[in-house]
């Protein structure tokens, strides 16, 4: 049966997406993707959102979330990074302390960049432009629902109240709607990245179970091989180290670290995996595989029946996932799937948006059971969103414990529909003695 595995891990490693199109170790390509997505992306965002400005306040030590996707990483002190709107066109104007405007000016993303000594203030320069422009509105980032939309203090928000004055700190509006637009969409070169990282991600996974002897190898033992493989190839984790992977051949855990449980036959193994790749993009791949009894050649009939049901589910999400549809309605194709095919309640949602983190900016596709819908939930899909998804499918253990099948795939939405970034797994994969 080891034949078996080695047959699965063959075909992944047949795929046309080679490793060396992606060097984790080398150059990142983030600064010319980062001026595209600005120069691009951004004004779309705006548009879509009704914003006429918005403004950035960076600082040293404890910046916005969303400093380096607009080149304030390095700031510090105060800096004021302002995206506007005029009937000319889209403008970047940046207020940077004048010790990092010189080099902030040679990266040329924006149009243009003045120096603040110090004896001036970044806050009193913005503010001044603001009202000489006469905005409409000045979205700053602060939200109740997306922490990557969150990031101006309490303080920076009294700061910049004042130096605007009353009329125009009225003004100021939440840039949640602006930021959900912007980072929801990805650029061809960015899913391209994601695809190769998948590509590996999922390989490893098929890598470590080949590894694996039951009634010796621990879940832990699975992570350290992911682990190993990581520090080789010089990608980090896609979310919490000591979560990432987690590895469950055991009753469900939820998020959480893999422990030393011994992998026996009749199991199921759980390996929820994701990388960073270029300290930037990130995966969230799941692979299952089922460990064979004395005289098995292939799953029982109740596992396989929970293994075509999750697989099933997951492809009804994916049938159901195309630009206009909402999250709400995806997760609802798939729960009619998993009600169908007899699965246990599952509460986790059937997928969300990845890519600067494995729960990124998105429509979520959640909430089709629930007494609580999120509000991304009820947005809908638009080409260019990439999407981690689940089939589930959950039972009771004999022994207790609930026990879910949640393969996860990832894809990328096109005018057309969802496309997988990799091809999908459609075996469990079988551990043999």
């Known amino acids: 049966m080891l034949n078996r595995l080695?047959?699965?891990?063959?075909?992944?490693?047949?795929?046309?997406?080679?490793?060396?199109?992606?060097?984790?170790?080398?150059?990142?390509?983030?600064p010319e993707v980062r001026k595209q997505r600005i120069a691009t992306l951004l004004p779309k965002a705006m548009e879509t959102a009704g914003i006429d400005a918005w403004l950035l306040l960076c600082r040293e030590n404890n910046n916005d979330p969303l400093a380096d996707h607009v080149g304030c990483e390095n700031a510090g002190g105060t800096a004021g990074f302002l995206f506007y709107r005029d009937d000319k066109g889209f403008h970047s104007r940046?207020?940077?302390?004048?010790?990092?405007?010189?080099?902030?000016?040679?990266?040329?993303?924006?149009?243009k960049v003045i120096p603040v000594l110090r004896a001036e203030s970044a806050l009193d320069k913005v503010a001044a432009f603001v009202r000489e422009q006469d905005f409409g509105n000045l979205a700053v980032n602060m939200s109740s629902g997306n922490a990557q939309a969150d990031g101006l203090s309490y303080t920076q928000h009294q700061a910049l109240s004042a130096a605007l004055g009353e009329k125009f700190a009225a003004r100021l509006v939440s840039s949640d709607e602006l930021v959900y637009e912007w980072l929801s969409i990805k650029?061809?070169?960015?899913?391209?990245?994601?695809?190769?990282?998948?590509?590996?991600?999922?390989r490893w996974q098929l890598e470590a179970y080949a590894t694996v002897v039951p009634g010796k190898s621990t879940d832990a033992d699975i992570a350290r091989f992911l682990k190993a493989k990581m520090a080789q190839a010089g990608v980090g984790d896609a979310w919490a180290p000591d979560q990432n992977p987690a590895v469950n051949s055991g009753p469900d855990r939820?998020?959480?670290?893999?422990?030393?449980?011994?992998i026996?036959?009749?199991?199921?193994?759980?390996?929820?995996?994701?990388?960073?790749?270029y300290d930037r993009w990130v995966t969230d791949i799941?692979?299952?595989?089922?460990?064979?009894?004395?005289?098995?050649?292939?799953?029982?009939?109740?596992?396989?029946?929970?293994?075509?049901?999750?697989?099933?589910?997951?492809?009804?999400?994916?049938?159901?996932?195309?630009?206009?549809?909402?999250?709400?309605?995806?997760?609802?194709?798939?729960r009619k799937s998993m009600e169908k095919n007899g699965s246990e309640h599952v509460m986790w949602s059937t997928g969300h948006p990845v890519?600067?983190?494995?729960?990124?900016?998105?429509?979520?596709?959640?909430?089709?059971?629930?007494?609580?819908?999120?509000?991304?939930?009820?947005?809908?899909?638009?080409?260019?969103?990439v999407?981690?998804?689940?089939?589930?499918?959950?039972?009771?253990?004999?022994?207790?414990?609930?026990?879910t099948i949640s393969v996860e795939e990832m894809v990328e939405i096109k005018e057309d529909g969802a496309h997988y970034l990799i091809p999908p797994q459609q075996e469990l994969v079988l551990i043999g003695p």
């Not at 589930?392 to 609930?402: D, P, V």
Request: charged share 20%.
């Open 6 to 30: 080695c047959l699965v891990l063959c075909m992944a490693l047949a795929t046309p997406l080679a490793l060396a199109d992606i060097d984790p170790k080398g150059p990142s390509p983030w």
């Open 94 to 111: 940046v207020y940077s302390p004048v010790g990092e405007a010189t080099a902030l000016a040679e990266l040329k993303i924006h149009d």
């Open 187 to 202: 650029l061809p070169l960015e899913v391209e990245i994601m695809r190769k990282a998948a590509e590996m991600t999922a």
């Open 254 to 262: 939820g998020h959480s670290h893999p422990t030393e449980k011994v």
């Open 264 to 277: 026996m036959p009749g199991d199921v193994i759980q390996t929820d995996f994701g990388i960073r790749v």
């Open 286 to 334: 799941q692979r299952f595989a089922y460990v064979l009894k004395p005289g098995e050649s292939k799953p029982p009939p109740d596992i396989q029946h929970y293994w075509v049901s999750a697989r099933d589910g997951g492809r009804a999400a994916f049938e159901a996932m195309k630009p206009g549809v909402r999250g709400i309605d995806v997760d609802a194709a798939q």
């Open 355 to 385: 890519g600067y983190v494995a729960h990124d900016t998105g429509p979520n596709l959640g909430g089709s059971v629930s007494a609580s819908v999120r509000p991304s939930a009820m947005k809908p899909l638009k080409a260019g969103m």
């Open 387 to 403: 999407f981690a998804f689940d089939g589930f499918h959950a039972w009771y253990l004999e022994g207790g414990g609930l026990k």
